[in-house]
């Protein structure tokens, strides 16, 4: 990781599929030929396994072979992308996994694999821009005020995160380091536990998925002030990006 720059990291940090290294000079054939396994880090049920589902049927209606989805959930990702990485690199198995998962392969220690070079990535599926919202009581209204709030005041934010190495989470950190500021980050155990807490007060501010703050920050319950892409959100058209008060910070679900 010490080579790679903030950007490319986060770059990772989107769902997308991935695939064993191939060795160079790998014979090319047409493809596919066979059925292919698409491994998914997901439990059924849950949005990123009929994601998964759904792009399955599209890819073997448009390119006669069958992509069968297994499941392999747990320890933040790790079993599905050791199992793909071990597999044979033919293209034949193939690997979609969130930002949690990127993240904890990207810096957990004692892996039996490297997440950076044993698979290569084929597609981006989805990227959503991420809110750095506050509660209505934090005396902010720009990031800039909430740095200088934050140092004049040291203990007085929490963030709200919807769990350890999640896109918030990861938002936060480099948040923190860019900015200069500290504070402890609350780790809920998902995104709605999350939004209830900040809501509530119990937390002070969050880096939250545009598509669930969306609401919130309409009704009031929530203050934006900024996204975390490089460019501004056409749902929020008025809300700038942190990158405007934080040259080159970037950053996505």
Do not use: C
């Amino acid at each position: 990781m010490a080579n790679r720059s903030r950007r490319s990291f986060f770059d990772l940090v989107g769902l997308g599929i991935f695939l064993p290294v191939v060795a160079q000079g790998a014979k090319a054939e047409a493809y596919p030929l066979r059925p292919v396994r698409l491994l998914v880090g997901f439990p059924p049920g849950g949005p990123n396994d009929t994601l998964a589902r759904v792009m399955g049927r599209w890819l073997s209606e448009r390119l006669g072979q069958p992509f069968l989805i297994e499941n392999r959930p747990g320890a933040s990702g790790n079993i599905v992308t050791e199992a793909v990485v071990r597999a044979p690199p033919d293209g034949y198995t193939l690997l979609l996994i969130g930002p949690a998962n990127a993240i904890t392969a990207s810096t957990a220690a004692n892996l039996n694999f490297d997440f950076l070079n044993d698979i290569a990535p084929i597609a981006g599926i989805t990227r959503e821009a991420l809110v750095l919202v506050v509660h209505p009581s934090v005396p902010a209204r720009t990031v800039q005020e909430l740095i200088g709030y934050a140092k004049a005041n040291p203990k007085a934010l929490n963030m709200a995160s919807t769990g350890q190495a999640s896109s918030p989470h990861a938002a936060g950190e480099l948040f923190k380091m860019m900015s200069g500021i500290d504070f402890p980050i609350v780790q809920y155990s998902g995104g709605g536990p999350a939004l209830k807490g900040l809501i509530g007060g119990d937390a002070q501010l969050m880096f939250e998925p545009l598509s669930a703050a969306i609401e919130p920050i309409r009704a009031g319950n929530l203050r934006a002030l900024a996204v975390s892409t490089a460019s501004r959100s056409e749902a929020l058209p008025d809300v700038p990006t942190v990158s405007d008060a934080i040259a080159g910070y970037e950053a996505s679900a």
